[in-house]
């Protein structure tokens, strides 16, 4: 079955860096364009970037644009998440998923998710 499991995650202070993992199964993961996602308390899901299966083309949430960055390796199933000048407003619990393009947009490729890893950015 699909699984994805995350880790990397931690607690930073505010202008420091962290790096995400997502080790992805179950899958052809060299078929499918990957992303991350977070979940900050209180707040809806957000689409945070994407890297498309085909050329590694990239793509951002404008908060995190110039600060994130998204790669991935398909001989190691896995995809990453480079995070620098971490801010408070970054602190939530990162995902990785599979999406699917629809039009101008992505949507979630598969319906199961991982635990996640937690960041948290604080002084």
């Known amino acids: 079955q699909v699984q994805f499991v995350e880790s990397g995650g931690g607690l930073v202070k505010p202008g420091g860096s962290l790096r995400l993992s997502c080790a992805a199964s179950g899958f052809t993961f060299s078929a499918y364009a990957m992303s991350w996602y977070r979940r900050a308390p209180g707040k809806e899901r957000e689409l945070v970037a994407v890297i498309t299966s085909t050329d590694h083309s990239t793509s951002y949430a404008d908060s995190v644009k110039g600060r994130f960055t998204i790669s991935r390796d398909n001989a190691k199933n896995t995809v990453y998440l480079q995070m620098n000048s971490l801010e408070p407003e970054d602190t939530a619990m990162y995902y990785c998923?599979?999406?699917?393009?629809?039009?101008?947009?992505?949507?979630?490729?598969?319906?199961?998710w991982g635990q996640g890893t937690q960041v948290t950015v604080s002084s």
């Open positions: 998923n599979a999406v699917l393009p629809y039009g101008s947009e992505w949507v979630l490729g598969f319906g199961s």
